[in-house]
């Protein structure tokens, strides 16, 4: 890769003859060989052909005249191929995926952005007028700059073989080449212009090298063959496994960039229609040369705020002139061209991007033809004549004519070069300066108080404030109408409270649930459960007075207590010992040398006697150093097992650490001589010579030689032992908790929780973060029965996982109707207001905060914890995350292991609680105020008060229990090979000069050796060789005990002397050792991997790899992977089945349905049982149960044939597991895959399938799960093994580290592994390195949210308590956090959302809410659609729609499907590629494209768009005025400047410059297009003409588009999935015709469903008349949809 401005050369290659004959041929085995069994594409075969597709694309033999042209004969031939893939694109591919771009890719090396792509995108630009270069520019470098400020790294390719495409239309053809040399020459973008096409192989290696994330392509060309060309490239880089996104569709906002993931493909005819005319003559170009000689003056003089009011004018050049203008411009590419290879010229280049202005020239040829004509006659300044005469005089002598004195006039031919094509357009109208309506509200003043001086306000006796629609006051709590009482979105979550429990069926199934919570729970955490007992009067500083206290004198009860202790101690201790004795750990080691290693370290984690555990260390020691020494004297017969010598180093190391004190003499000395038999001397040495026997030092070295491990005893620990090197643990337990010892950092959490402080905790996965939260609860519970814990996480999985592990850790005896826990989800609440531990998902958190009749039961809460906090910077419900955080008063905890400025958010949230510490003082103030003046006022007393802290800590900590070793996979000769990585593969020598190491990059001990040897062998007189030779290193010389902190102190030395090297000129050999880290894994096919897979599970469990988490990306892939494991193993078992089993199996399954018939009749016939009778029954059940048992063998699955682990769960709680999804649809398939060990996850699964899955993976059970990424967000679900199996765009630094830090079971592995399956190396490479995205705020306000917080304020029960929630929510957005800029635009945007609500009924000047407010808010979350609902109800329209049949309130099937069609276009948008549209894709079932709203439906919205885009269009010109105008007049990404001081001495300057109004809030450069500030009342172009540092998009407008079109203008259609299902109700239509998993496709319903039942409840509430048409209807259609929806 070149740096910016590097131009890369490179010459074409010519390709080979092509037949028609041929090409026949083989377009009709491309199609045979493309398409495979399945009916899917398979790209890998696709390019088999690549010589003659190369042909077919550069057709470079043809003449210029016809090339690129359909109509050209020669072309023809190849134009089926290429109507072939274009089809196998539009067939195969059309399902492209809508993903947020650079929240997946952001800290990426780069990806690809194609230049003609850019340029496409841009030409195409809906306000860009033709010849506008500048303006152009201007788009371009928007567009990437708004790339580079989101984080984006990216690389633009120019194909030299694109630029043929041009050659016909020369003016696209210069601006091209411009566009190249100003990317190059003026800004650091990376341009890649060697390349002749894709195809060619330097391409290729360029593409294995640097592997990008993914290539930005347009699918839609200017030409069909342009079209072709992308099509190529597309399928081209598809078969090479790069990801693809489309230019098509692309949208942005404050944070992220929006695509469309695949591609399509559109023929657009814009640009490129010409027809022949006469030539101008020599005398009339001279004229137009001169008209342009004085517009490109008016450009060298003239800056940008100047030329930004020209005239708009309605003439357009002739035909004969628009030719000439095409000479001229060919002449322009060639010059460029030549500018592009001339080395010896020295040219500036600032000033490319601005050669012409066409409408400027246009202007110019418009006053000399026409005004100068009519008498009008304007000197154009001494200045500017001397500069065109001068500019003039330098062509007439480059023409070779001596044109002195002929510079003026400028015309002297009468030819009209401007033709009328319409009408004079008439001065485009400013957005009309409405003044805003007065409002008398306590919020807005304290909020927006410092800038309401500066609007606008119309007189109360504007008719715009006396008409204003007056609405009866809602209410939430009576029915604003009818006294009916109004539910909230609490009262209408389903409920299943014990207090609400009066029925029998009610009762039980609360019974059922309480059950599985203990038993859900016990499988997460054990049957660890504690009483709490409120204590009402803690002692303050309980645990420190504790720790400080020194107590002389010991009563009699103590004295008595102790040695009670004492006795029940040495009890224990025996019982352990015969434990020990029974065990016969000697035997059981060397029969199964891992089982009984295991089987020690389970014993030595139950066992609480150190002496017991010094004895079985001494025992293990023995044990394992005999079967060395065996080993070793067989030395011939067999390799040496290394374990055996691990596990002695391993007991010598615990001996030596933690039993010193109990150490025998004897045992020091068979210590010593086990390390001297390891060739240890140094070592043996180190201890007490009184402890070392005269024979062992006299015994020759010869002699025992042979039991040499065979290197140092550093190199051995580091090398083997790395994984169970001792870790720095703290052994003085902690009374404040029970079951561990906590980390000295786990202590400082205790102490924040203990001293009612907030804290950010940043620590890895599995690093014991939560147990704080834990902690967190006790402390509450034991406080008082009145204080309340919310713990909020971000799905429901998890919300149900934490419940169950509260239901069991926790039991308190509590007043009738409370309980300890309670949930609440959006469709499930349980004791949620009643209980002491809320868990909960975000949003619903924020309905309780936001609800103004809940503010006493907010009170109450005294901690929230905020697990996986990280999701405040996610694509979804961010801002929720955002407003909790600032409307809390209480202290909280934020947990996230993958947080990288979490500095930042703690600044953040201490200003917030600076905010709460001052409203809590000026609260304080006035109660002390109002209580003073009260006379006669006594002092309570007893009353417990809680200390208040308003801190915020910031606890880091980065080291993982567990390492973590990354492997490669490949597959050769049918086997797979696994290739260690080494983390110092995934980085470069630039990488390591320019970023350092990352900081969660780290080693295990073996991996710094590989380390030190690679630099060993690179650097043979490497002068610190021997320095850091692990023999001689400092922390590891003569030490028998090396620790992990040892091992990380190597490991940073190690790191530090290879930065050296690159700092101190050594980078070649740096690089090498770079290099021979690096594994060499050999090309795999895609289909070969995924077809042995199976296979590969199978190595992972002869490795002792397993239980393992395999993750892709496919929900599909997920279920159908699953289901090929355990094919595999069926077929496996099958093989071994003697013949005929099967017909056995029939056969015996038969004679026992007969069998057990017989029986149940017995038993019913109710006869008198007799002795006989008694006999017979007894020989029935015998044979019944010979029958079951010779059953039981032929079905019996052989251990080899599953992995499933029968010794981990027993037979009734695996019975009692399964019975959780019998009545599910896909039961049979999930129990037949847990019988093998086998099970899949992913959020479409019903939960308790997932429950199964999880419950039986944490029993150890399951063996294997492939999982989607929703299984990482928290679940608990540790493994050995982390595989990741599926390359995709979802796989980015973020998810990497959250799935990788799955592996590893702390107290069970010491070692965790990740493995990666099918991943190419580049992308590896980038996932190590890269750092996780940076938590950046979200755009906080829209106009719902302002509406509930106004709601709030005036509502609620206590509304000082209310304002002040409402004031931090709307002063402490993370986005405008230390950015006063933005505060002003949040302010101003609210008062607008404020203004547009009062407009329109919701709210009135005072700021109360009225008319269906109620509606909205309960809809919050379909913005703008809910808006749209209500405006469609004020107009009558659903009472038009909604007509019953005749003599009946039901509705007729064409009434509801019109309902749903209106409903789905509303709230059921779900766009699909507008290339979708051209496949030729057959649709079974579904009709899959949305049909447009009904006409007056249309309209309707049409008038709802107008007036949000004239409300926020008013915003858009105010804050217009906070643009920083310095930067406005600068191209974005190059930053050249077009300011300087305007023309004054001119009049032909101000007469064609004099469009002064209407042109302040757009950008300058838009201007010179004609765009005007009325452009920005349209939504669609807002963000091409805004003022780029006002930092608004079109995404902040509440626009819904009746139509959508992608950046070329093609029509991008809704999928009608919601009116699909509904008139077939099939799930299956929707994955085939729709394009949706069927999973996916029941959750996006379901949402739909429930969106129509919210609507439904508040119509039937809102309305008086229940017999009202439009209630009857919307409740059939809620009924009817739900009915089918439960169908399936």
């Known amino acids: 890769m070149a740096s910016g401005g590097t131009v890369k050369d490179g010459s074409d290659d010519d390709g080979g003859d092509l037949t028609a004959q041929n090409l026949e041929k083989k377009s009709v085995s491309f199609e045979d060989q493309v398409e495979n069994k399945s009916g899917c594409t398979d790209f890998s075969n696709v390019f088999c052909w690549e010589k003659e597709i190369q042909q077919v694309s550069r057709v470079s033999d043809y003449s210029r005249q016809d090339n690129y042209d359909f109509r050209n004969p020669e072309l023809n031939k190849h134009i089926g191929l290429l109507e072939k893939i274009s089809d196998l694109i539009l067939n195969d591919i059309p399902k492209a995926e809508y993903v947020s771009l650079l929240n997946d890719y952001v800290e990426s090396e780069f990806f690809l952005i194609d230049g003609d792509s850019l340029f496409i995108t841009c030409i195409s630009e809906q306000t860009l007028l033709p010849g506008q270069n500048l303006h152009f520019f201007y788009l371009v470098e928007r567009f990437l ?16 073989d694109a630029e043929h495409v041009y050659f016909r239309h020369p003016t696209l053809l210069s601006l091209r080449t411009a566009l190249i040399l100003h990317l190059q020459h003026n800004t650091d973008a990376v341009i890649h212009t060697e390349f002749s096409n894709f195809l060619e192989e330097k391409w290729q290696s360029f593409l294995q090298e640097s592997y990008p994330y993914f290539i930005i392509i347009s699918d839609d060309g200017l030409t069909k063959l342009q079209t072709s060309f992308l099509n190529l490239f597309i399928i081209h880089a598809l078969s090479k496994r790069i990801n693809i996104v489309l230019t098509s569709g692309q949208e942005s906002d404050f944070i992220r960039v929006y695509g469309y993931h695949i591609h399509g493909m559109y023929k657009h005819k814009g640009f490129f229609s010409q027809e022949k005319s006469r030539e101008i003559t020599p005398e009339e170009a001279e004229d137009l040369i001169r008209m342009y000689c004085l517009s490109v003056v008016f450009l060298f003089h003239l800056p940008l705020s100047q030329r930004a009011r020209v005239r708009s004018i309605s003439y357009h050049w002739s035909k004969q002139t628009f030719t000439f203008i095409q000479m001229h411009k060919g002449c322009e590419f060639f010059l460029l061209k030549h500018l592009t290879t001339e080395k010896l010229w020295k040219v500036d280049f600032t000033h490319l991007p601005d050669l012409s202005d066409d409408l400027l020239w246009k202007n110019v040829a418009y006053y000399y033809e026409v005004e100068n004509e009519q008498g009008l006659n304007l000197d154009m300044g001494e200045k500017i004549k001397r500069e065109y005469e001068y500019l003039w005089s330098i062509i007439s002598k480059l023409s070779g004519k001596d044109d002195d004195g002929k510079s003026l006039p400028l015309r002297r031919t009468s030819i009209s070069f401007l033709e009328k094509r319409a009408s004079p357009t008439e001065e485009s109208k400013n957005i009309p300066n409405l003044g805003l309506i007065p409002m008398t509200s306590m919020v807005v003043d304290e909020f927006a108080g410092d800038i309401l001086s500066s609007l606008p306000f119309l007189k109360s006796d504007d008719s715009a404030v006396t008409s204003l629609v007056k609405q009866k006051e809602f209410d939430e709590i009576r029915h604003w109408h009818s006294g009916k009482l109004l539910s909230d979105d609490y009262d209408r979550t389903k409920s299943s409270s014990q207090a609400m429990c009066k029925d029998p069926r009610a009762l039980r199934s609360n019974q059922k649930l309480q059950s599985f919570l203990r038993f859900y729970g016990s499988s997460l955490e054990g049957n660890i459960s504690k009483t709490i007992v409120t204590q009402l009067d803690t002692p303050k500083k309980a645990y420190s007075d504790m720790k400080n206290s020194k107590k002389i004198h010991k009563t009699k009860a103590e004295i008595i207590i102790e040695e009670n202790q004492k006795r029940m101690k040495a009890e224990e201790e025996r019982k352990e010992q015969k434990q020990w004795d029974a065990l016969s750990i000697e035997k059981l080691i060397q029969e199964n040398f891992n089982l009984g290693i295991r089987k020690l370290e389970d014993f030595l984690k139950k066992c609480q006697s150190n002496s017991v555990k010094c004895t079985a260390e001494m025992a293990g020691l023995n044990t394992c150093f005999e079967m060395w020494i065996e080993q070793c004297k067989d030395q011939g017969k067999r390799l040496k097992d290394i374990n055996a010598a691990v596990e002695v180093m391993r007991r010598i190391h615990s001996l030596l650490e933690k039993y010193k004190d109990l150490m025998e003499k004897t045992d020091y000395q068979k210590i010593v001589r086990c390390l001297r038999y390891f060739g240890f001397d140094n070592l043996a040495c180190t201890l007490e010579s009184s402890q070392i026997p005269e024979d062992d030092r006299k015994e020759k070295k010869a002699k025992i030689s042979k039991y040499s491990v065979g290197m140092g005893a550093a190199r051995f620990q580091l090398q083997y032992m790395g994984h169970c090197l001792l870790r720095e643990e703290r052994t003085d337990r902690d009374p404040r908790i029970q ?59 998890l919300v149900n996982q934490v419940w169950a592990t509260v239901y069991t850790r926790f039991n308190k005896t509590l007043p009738d109707g409370m309980v300890v826990c309670g949930v609440f989800t959006r469709d499930f609440r349980h004791d949620a207001l009643n209980c002491q531990v809320l868990v909960t998902v975000p949003q619903c958190l924020e309905i309780l905060l936001l609800s103004p009749h809940r503010q006493q039961w907010v009170k109450r809460i005294r901690y929230v914890i905020f697990d996986e906090v990280h999701c405040l910077g996610g694509e979804i419900g961010a801002e929720v995350w955002e407003h909790l955080l600032v409307m809390i008063r209480c202290p909280f905890l934020a947990l996230s292991a993958t947080i990288s400025n979490p500095k930042h958010l703690t600044e953040w949230l201490q200003s917030v609680k600076r905010y709460w510490q001052h409203v809590e003082s000026v609260r304080e103030e006035s109660l002390r105020s109002f209580t003073s003046t009260k006379k006669g006022t006594k002092k309570q007393k007893n009353i417990k008060t809680v200390n208040k802290s308003y801190k915020v800590k910031l606890v880091l900590y980065g080291e993982r229990y567990n ?24 980085l470069t020598v630039d990488h390591i000069d320019k970023y350092g190491f990352p900081s969660d990059l780290a080693f295990s001990p073996r991996e710094s050796i590989l380390l030190y040897d690679s630099m060993v062998q690179v650097w043979e007189n490497w002068p610190r060789a021997d320095e850091l030779d692990p023999e001689k290193f400092t922390h590891f010389k003569n030490k028998i005990v090396i620790t992990k902190a040892d091992a990380r102190k190597y490991e940073e030395e190690l790191k530090e002397e290879l930065k050296n090297w690159i700092v101190h000129d050594n980078r070649m050999k740096a690089n090498r050792v770079l290099k021979l880290l690096k594994p060499q894994r050999p090309y795999c096919s895609e289909k070969d991997m995924k077809d042995n897979f199976p296979c590969f599970v199978e190595k992972l469990r002869q490795m002792d790899k397993l239980p393992a988490l395999f993750f892709l990306f496919d929900i599909k892939k997920v279920e159908k992977w699953a289901e090929n494991i355990k094919n595999c193993l069926e077929k496996k078992q099958k093989s071994k089945q003697i013949p005929k089993t099967e017909k056995q199996i029939h056969l015996l399954t038969n004679r026992l349905k007969k069998k057990e018939k017989s029986m149940q009749k017995n038993q019913t016939v109710g006869m008198k049982i007799t002795s006989s009778k008694t006999d017979k029954m007894i020989l029935e059940e015998a044979e019944h149960g010979n029958l079951m048992e010779k059953l039981g063998k032929l079905t019996e699955i052989p251990p080899d044939c599953t992995y499933a682990n029968s010794q981990a769960v027993d037979t009734e709680i695996l019975q009692k597991v399964m019975d959780r999804v019998k009545f599910m649809k896909t039961n049979t398939t999930l129990k037949t895959l847990a019988l093998r060990g086998i099970g899949y996850h992913h959020a479409s699964v019903e939960q308790r399938g997932r429950q199964l899955v999880e419950m039986l993976f944490r029993m150890g059970f399951i063996q294997v799960v492939t999982a989607t990424g929703t299984l990482a967000l928290g679940i608990n679900m540790p493994c050995k093994s982390v595989v990741f199996t599926q390359n995709s765009v979802y796989l980015d630094a973020l998810n990497y580290r959250q799935m990788s830090g799955r592996a590893g079971r702390r107290g069970q592995d010491l ?28 755009f906080p306000l829209n106009i719902s949210l302002a509406l509930r917080l106004m709601l709030l304020a005036a509502k609620a029960d206590d509304k000082e308590d209310a304002k002040a929630k409402v004031l931090s929510l709307l002063k402490h957005s993370l986005l405008s956090f230390n950015q006063p800029r933005v505060v002003e635009i949040l302010k101003l945007y609210f008062l607008f959302s404020l203004q ?42 659903f009472h038009k729609l909604c007509q019953p049949r005749k003599d009946s309130k039901t509705f007729s099937k064409e009434v509801m499907e019109q309902l749903v069609l209106v409903l789905a276009n509303l709230f059921g948008r779900r766009y699909i590629p507008a290339s979708v549209i051209k496949s030729k894709q057959k649709f079974y079932q579904s009709k899959v494209f949305l049909e447009d709203l009904p006409e007056d439906f249309a309209v309707a919205l049409h008038e709802f768009n107008n007036k949000i885009e004239e409300n926020f269009g008013h915003f858009l010109l105010i804050i217009s005025k906070m643009a920083d105008m310095k930067q406005e007049y600068q191209l974005p990404l190059s930053r050249i400047d077009f300011s300087s001081e305007e023309c004054n001495d001119s009049k032909l300057v101000s007469h064609l410059m004099s469009c002064n109004e209407g042109r302040t809030a757009v950008s300058p450069f838009a201007c010179l297009s004609g765009n005007v500030d009325s452009d920005l009342l349209h939504a669609e172009t807002v963000n091409s003409v805004i003022l780029r540092t006002v930092g608004i998009t079109a995404g902040n407008i509440p626009v819904l588009c009746a139509k959508k079109f992608d950046n070329r203008r093609r029509r991008m259609p809704l999928n009608a999935y919601a009116l699909d299902f509904y008139k077939h109700g099939s799930l299956t239509a929707m994955a085939q015709d729709n394009g949706i998993h069927e999973g996916e496709a029941y959750l996006l319903l379901k949402d739909f469903s429930l969106t129509i039942k919210a609507i439904s409840v508040s119509l039937s509430e809102l309305c008086d008349d229940e017999e009202d048409n439009v209630v009857q209807a919307f409740s059939q259609l809620s009924d009817s949809y739900w009915e089918k929806l439960q169908k399936v």
Request: charged share 20%; glycine share 6%.
């Open 1311 to 1338: 070692l965790g592994n990740v493995f990666f399956y099918d991943i190419p190396l580049p992308k590896v490479d980038k996932l190590i390195k890269s750092n996780v995205p940076q938590l950046r705020g979200q």
């Open 1396 to 1437: 547009f609500l009062v407009k329109e009924g919701y709210l009135d000047q005072e700021g109360n809410t009225m008319g269906f407010a109620g509606l909205v808010t309960h809809l919050h979350y379909h913005e703008p659609s809910s808006l749209v609902l209500v405006s469609f109800l004020v107009k009558g329209l």
């Open 963 to 986: 390492d973590l070793e990354k492997y490669v996979c490949s597959l050769e000769d049918n086997d797979f090979k696994i290739h260690h990585y080494h983390p110092c593969a995934a």
């Open 739 to 797: 079951h561990f010892i906590p980390d000295t950092w786990q202590r400082d959490l205790l102490d924040v929780v203990d001293n009612n402080e907030s804290a950010v905790i940043v620590a890895p996965t599995s690093s014991g973060k939560t147990y704080a939260s834990y902690y967190c609860m006790e402390k509450i519970l034991k406080e008082s029965n009145e204080g309340v814990v919310v713990y909020v996480a971000p799905t429901k999985a």
């Open 145 to 160: 700059l708004d790339l580079s400020n989101k984080g984006a790294k990216y690389v633009i390719v120019f194909f030299k």
